[in-house]
């Protein structure tokens, strides 16, 4: 079992940047696929990206690509999320979220969740 908690989360403007981050318990978090999720109001939690156990392989929703960049440090049991060219539509609250096993853009196959950070971005 792991515990997960996010950071980082504020206002900011159009265009700024920002990392999250998020903190894992247990001494298996290498053997966990990490992903970040977001939930705006009245809109269903969505995929944003995803990493592989060993950092290797990346996954980013299409919204993102370009923009995002997911890393991990598993000495450090945690994982970020590097956002830059923040816009309007990227105002959410955002999750961190572990499974093992395969990757996905599915939350429902994710066990594992932190409480959430939220992302507020101005025009």
């Known amino acids: 079992q792991v515990q997960l908690a996010e950071s980082g989360g504020r206002l900011v403007q159009a265009g700024d940047s920002l990392r999250l981050s998020c903190a894992a318990s247990?001494?298996?978090?290498?053997?966990?696929?990490m992903g970040w999720f977001r939930q705006a109001p009245g809109k269903e939690r969505e995929f944003v990206t995803g990493?592989?156990?060993?950092?290797?392989?990346?996954y980013y929703a299409d919204s993102v690509k370009g923009r995002f960049t997911i890393s991990r440090d598993n000495a450090k049991n945690t994982v970020y999320v590097q956002m830059n060219s923040l816009q309007p539509e990227d105002t959410a609250v955002y999750y961190c979220?572990?499974?093992?096993?395969?990757?996905?853009?599915?939350?429902?196959?994710?066990?594992?969740w932190g409480q959430g950070t939220q992302v507020t971005v101005s025009s």
């Open positions: 979220a572990a499974r093992n096993g395969f990757a996905s853009t599915s939350p429902s196959v994710y066990p594992y």
């Open positions: 247990g001494r298996t978090f290498s053997s966990y696929v």
């Open positions: 990493i592989s156990g060993s950092g290797g392989s990346t």
